[in-house]
């Protein structure tokens, strides 16, 4: 399996009173592992944008195992965890500078039209993004 490791800036107004991060940030940066992850096989969001098409999430799970705090480093760690040719689910974990995973979780996607959300399929719509990412559910 794939797995792609983003560094994260642990920036301070992330975090909340108790002064660790704050829960929401973790889904941004899920977000930039997302990003960083479809960059790493050869393929760019921004060109699918430009085609009118998006890729909304439908669904995402996250589980707190430890908190992270201003100062402290820490990487998005994502992999793809399923693809059927129409559903794309990503895996995150966050780990901190020690190797402890302090959040792990993921995000489920579909494309659609950006203007009317009518959905779409990877698989014929983006053939490249689909023979890339069967290739990555196989291992290869």
Do not use: C
Request: zero cysteines; aromatic letters at 12%; charged letters at 25%.
């Amino acid at each position: 399996m794939n797995k792609v490791n983003t560094p994260i800036e642990v920036r301070y107004q992330e975090t909340d009173q108790m002064g660790v991060v704050y829960h929401a940030n973790y889904l941004v940066w899920f977000e930039i592992g997302r990003t960083k992850y479809i960059e790493n096989l050869g393929l760019s969001y921004a060109k699918m944008e430009q085609e009118n098409v998006v890729s909304p999430v439908i669904n995402a799970n996250i589980s707190f195992k430890k908190p992270v705090r201003y100062g402290e480093a820490a990487f998005v760690e994502t992999w793809l965890e399923e693809y059927d040719g129409l559903r794309t689910v990503y895996g995150y974990h966050i780990v901190k500078g020690n190797g402890e995973i302090a959040v792990s979780g993921s995000t489920e996607h579909v494309i659609v039209r950006k203007d009317s959300f009518r959905p779409l399929s990877l698989r014929s719509s983006f053939p490249d993004w689909h023979k890339k990412y069967l290739q990555q559910v196989k291992g290869e």
